[in-house]
């Protein structure tokens, strides 16, 4: 492996985890219930992120599709979370 990439990726992966780790504080004390769907949101963004470089480095697709299924499955919990936010239910009668 080239070592910039290897140099990068494992900068990027400390950014991530730095980022990861903000949202997990905003998470526990945040204000207002929109802060803590906001920090969910953006842990498993950089989550997402975080196994993406892995997938770099390791040059491994394995890491590629368990991302794609966190982005996807984060997808959801954020609009089920600002539904439920907003109308006080996620599935109507």
């Known amino acids: 492996m080239n070592s910039i990439i290897y140099w990068s990726s494992s900068f990027a ?14 998470l526990l004390r945040g204000p207002t219930a929109a ?7 953006t842990a498993y963004s950089c989550g997402m992120l975080a196994l993406l470089a892995l997938g770099i480095r390791f040059d491994s697709r394995l890491y590629f599709d368990i991302a794609l299924l966190i982005a996807l499955f984060g997808f959801v919990g954020s609009a089920a979370m600002a539904k439920f936010l907003l109308r006080g239910e996620v599935i109507e009668p």
Do not use: N, W
């Not at 985890?17 to 905003?26: H, P, Q, S």
């Not at 802060?35 to 949101?41: E, Q, Y």
């Open 35 to 41: 802060d803590r769907v906001l920090a969910l949101d």
């Open 13 to 26: 992966l400390g950014c991530f985890v730095i980022g990861i780790a903000i949202a997990v504080y905003r």
